[in-house]
């Protein structure tokens, strides 16, 4: 056998060894929520940063809400296989100057069954008139994305 196929052979081996809990999990890709909701993440640069794009899924009440930008970091995945991310999505409106921004904050865990999983919690913030309308201003509430293949 030669020194290719050995390695090939070899780096197989390794691989189907590896437990899913032992996979690492990346953010990198396109992930739908448990709303509908889509999220295409670029690829992690070096100190894990990265960008990507936020799309409103069907359950948006919102039909005016665009394709919107997404900016984040993950923590090293060298260092933890189940890291934890933050990433914000500065909302773009058609016909609107309103501004919004969500700000998403959660891990990303990989199930026993090798699927990859983002548990997130979020804060969607509207701009308020007046201090006096601030307590209506801010919601919160939580999503799991799972990878679209």
């Not at 999990?25 to 992690?44: E, F, H, K």
């Not at 894990?48 to 919107?68: C, K, R």
């Not at 891990?107 to 008139?129: D, I, P, S």
Request: net charge negative; with cysteine; proline share 5%.
């Amino acid at each position: 056998m030669g020194s290719n196929a050995f390695a090939l052979v070899l780096t197989l081996a390794l691989v189907a060894r590896v437990s899913p809990a032992q996979r690492k999990c990346l953010l990198s890709g396109s992930w739908r929520s448990d709303t509908g909701c889509r999220m295409v993440v670029s690829v992690l640069g070096e100190e894990g940063h990265f960008s990507g794009s936020y799309m409103p899924g069907p359950a948006a009440s919102d039909s005016e809400i665009l394709t919107s930008p997404l900016e984040g970091s993950q923590q090293d995945a060298g260092l933890v296989p189940q890291p934890t991310f933050s990433f914000t999505v500065h909302w773009r409106l058609q016909d609107s100057e309103a501004a919004r921004t969500t700000a998403f904050l959660g891990q990303c865990y990989v199930g026993t069954n090798g699927e990859e999983t983002l548990h997130a919690l979020w804060l969607l913030r509207e701009a308020a008139e007046s201090p006096a309308e601030d307590w209506k201003a801010t919601r919160i509430g939580t999503s799991i994305f799972t990878r679209i293949k």
